[in-house]
């Protein structure tokens, strides 16, 4: 076990953040600086562990993409492909000698760059990172063995419907909006992706005005910023703005059901739900805590339903998925074949009591303490606090709004829960996501609103669902 591998066994078990148990959990402080250039640099310092995690965030991303989705995510994918100063293999041995744990994530608004590497090794990792995001090379040769992998795995998801159905339901509900497309792209439009179009996206977005660099743990903080201004001070400011979704989502008419055709499945996967709310919008703490009454912990009332009391399932859940300036809300599960509508039934009846009817004191006091009680554990490590920080960079929330989470738990009131309840969960006209075997469930399907069945390679284009 290297170094680093040591270090991480013990981080989790060591970082805290200077609180008792009775003491509302707030963030360490963030200390934020600017380089000439319009970097954001941003330091979470925790000195329990010689560890340090780098955030660098770019503020584009999936909804960007146009035409060609996965154009994001695969160009984040191909910057380690090798630069002006590093071999693709350099890069490789450098990261595995130092132990160093990288990786790149694409999101609807911004894509990151992170790794973790141990804090006396951080002058080795700056300078490539650097050059990573400032002067990647994309060889050819390289991004065509990457490209034909991506498509690849792509294919192979439909295969596990799980792994694809919430990509799919928010393609089903966005439909031609930006924000359809998805993080990772689908197989005919990587497919069309060569060296070129990763060079021209890679020169019109990646530039330090729209970017922020993240580093948590345990750092002399005069020391990184002379390292971060020896790496990317010469980053040379551009005209790129951050990823901006204005175009409002069209409301849906009726209800629509998608019956995605697998024909060798022996279970159905649903995905019900609708309209929802942007990331960290001001009930954001208080929907958390609504939501986990429903379906966001295993007591929930979506899963003893669903799963404890009927046996329909091993799992049934909900969860808002939010975005810049939207967002959805949907309830997952998956059973037999055989059940198919009786889950289907249950999920809907089930959901409906809950947003006609509301919750009681009881209910809603449970909730609150199991929330506080998750809340702290989230941000126990220096990639959660680092990507978190980076998240809030990327919404514009400051780490005050954050702060305050304990204490909007506290303030939220029965009445006020069931008022949201009312007007933020989707009430009616829901999408409505199945994958199965079409041949089997088509004809009762058209009960439940307009349908539509389509085959299941349809998901490896573009084309609207």
């Given at each position: 076990?290297?170094?680093?591998?040591?270090?991480?066994?013990?981080?989790?078990?060591?970082?805290?953040?200077?609180?008792?148990?009775?003491?509302?959990?707030?963030?360490?402080?963030?200390?934020?600086?600017?380089?000439?250039?319009?970097?954001?640099?941003?330091?979470?310092?925790?000195?329990?562990?010689?560890?340090?995690?780098i955030?660098?965030?770019?503020?584009?991303?999936?909804?960007?993409?146009?035409?060609?989705?996965?154009?994001?995510?695969?160009?984040?994918?191909?910057?380690?492909?090798?630069?002006?100063?590093?071999?693709?293999?350099?890069?490789?041995?450098?990261?595995?000698?130092?132990?160093?744990?990288?990786?790149?994530?694409?999101?609807?608004d911004?894509?990151?760059?992170?790794?973790?590497?141990?804090?006396?090794?951080?002058?080795?990792?700056?300078?490539?990172?650097?050059?990573?995001?400032?002067?990647?090379k994309?060889?050819?040769?390289?991004?065509?063995?990457?490209?034909?992998?991506t498509?690849?795995?792509?294919?192979?998801?439909?295969?596990?419907?799980?792994?694809?159905?919430?990509?799919?339901f928010?393609?089903?509900?966005?439909?031609?909006?930006?924000?359809?497309?998805?993080?990772?792209?689908?197989?005919?439009?990587?497919?069309?992706?060569?060296?070129?179009?990763?060079?021209?996206?890679?020169?019109?977005h990646?530039?330090?005005?729209i970017?922020?660099?993240?580093?948590?743990?345990?750092?002399?903080?005069?020391?990184?910023?002379?390292?971060?201004?020896?790496?990317?001070?010469?980053?040379?400011?551009?005209?790129?703005?951050?990823?901006?979704?204005?175009?409002?989502?069209?409301?849906?008419?009726?209800?629509?059901?998608?019956?995605?055709?697998?024909?060798?499945?022996?279970?159905?996967?649903?995905?019900?739900?609708?309209?929802?709310?942007?990331?960290?919008?001001?009930?954001?703490v208080?929907?958390?805590?609504?939501?986990?009454?429903?379906?966001?912990?295993?007591?929930?009332?979506?899963?003893?339903?669903?799963?404890?009391?009927?046996?329909?399932?091993?799992?049934?859940?909900?969860?808002?998925?939010?975005?810049?300036?939207?967002?959805?809300?949907?309830?997952?599960?998956?059973?037999?074949?055989?059940?198919?509508?009786?889950?289907?039934?249950?999920?809907?009846?089930?959901?409906?009591?809950?947003?006609?009817?509301?919750?009681?004191?009881?209910?809603?006091?449970?909730?609150?303490?199991?929330?506080?009680?998750?809340?702290?554990p989230?941000?126990?490590?220096?990639?959660?606090?680092?990507?978190?920080?980076?998240?809030?960079?990327?919404?514009?929330?400051?780490?005050?709004?954050?702060?305050?989470?304990?204490?909007?738990?506290?303030?939220?009131?029965?009445?006020?829960?069931?008022?949201?309840?009312?007007?933020?969960?989707?009430?009616?006209?829901?999408?409505?996501?199945?994958?199965?075997?079409?041949s089997?469930?088509?004809?009762?399907?058209?009960?439940?609103?307009?349908?539509?069945?389509?085959?299941?390679?349809?998901?490896?284009?573009?084309?609207?669902?």
């Amino acid at each position: 076990m290297n170094s680093l591998k040591k270090i991480l066994a013990l981080t989790a078990l060591t970082l805290s953040f200077g609180t008792s148990a009775r003491a509302e959990f707030k963030l360490p402080p963030i200390q934020s600086l600017s380089l000439d250039n319009g970097m954001k640099i941003f330091f979470v310092p925790q000195n329990e562990v010689p560890l340090v995690h780098i955030t660098l965030a770019i503020a584009t991303g999936s909804a960007s993409d146009g035409a060609l989705w996965g154009l994001t995510s695969v160009t984040a994918d191909a910057l380690s492909l090798g630069t002006k100063s590093y071999s693709k293999q350099k890069i490789e041995d450098t990261f595995d000698f130092y132990g160093i744990d990288y990786q790149t994530v694409t999101n609807k608004d911004y894509t990151t760059i992170e790794a973790s590497v141990a804090t006396a090794d951080l002058p080795k990792l700056l300078p490539i990172v650097a050059e990573l995001v400032i002067a990647p090379k994309f060889p050819s040769a390289e991004v065509d063995k990457l490209r034909n992998r991506t498509v690849s795995q792509l294919k192979k998801g439909k295969e596990s419907p799980n792994r694809i159905a919430s990509k799919v339901f928010e393609r089903l509900y966005y439909k031609d909006h930006p924000y359809a497309s998805t993080e990772d792209g689908v197989a005919a439009t990587v497919q069309k992706l060569k060296a070129a179009d990763l060079v021209n996206f890679h020169a019109a977005h990646f530039q330090p005005q729209i970017a922020a660099l993240t580093i948590a743990g345990d750092f002399d903080a005069g020391q990184v910023k002379t390292l971060i201004e020896q790496n990317f001070g010469a980053w040379k400011k551009g005209a790129a703005v951050p990823t901006q979704v204005t175009a409002p989502v069209k409301p849906l008419a009726a209800t629509e059901v998608l019956l995605l055709d697998k024909s060798d499945s022996h279970e159905t996967t649903f995905r019900i739900g609708g309209i929802g709310a942007p990331g960290f919008n001001k009930d954001w703490v208080k929907l958390t805590v609504i939501n986990t009454l429903l379906g966001g912990r295993f007591t929930s009332i979506l899963n003893e339903e669903l799963r404890v009391k009927s046996g329909y399932t091993y799992g049934a859940k909900s969860m808002f998925n939010n975005f810049h300036s939207s967002g959805t809300f949907f309830i997952s599960t998956f059973t037999a074949t055989e059940t198919t509508y009786k889950t289907l039934d249950l999920a809907l009846a089930t959901y409906k009591k809950f947003v006609e009817n509301g919750i009681d004191q009881k209910t809603l006091d449970s909730a609150k303490a199991y929330v506080k009680g998750q809340f702290p554990p989230q941000y126990e490590t220096l990639a959660t606090l680092s990507d978190l920080t980076t998240e809030l960079w990327a919404y514009g929330i400051s780490i005050d709004q954050f702060n305050s989470f304990e204490s909007q738990v506290d303030a939220l009131t029965l009445d006020e829960a069931n008022a949201l309840i009312k007007s933020k969960f989707p009430r009616d006209k829901l999408e409505i996501l199945m994958i199965g075997k079409a041949s089997v469930l088509g004809a009762e399907a058209k009960k439940y609103g307009t349908l539509r069945i389509v085959p299941i390679d349809k998901v490896d284009t573009a084309l609207p669902l």
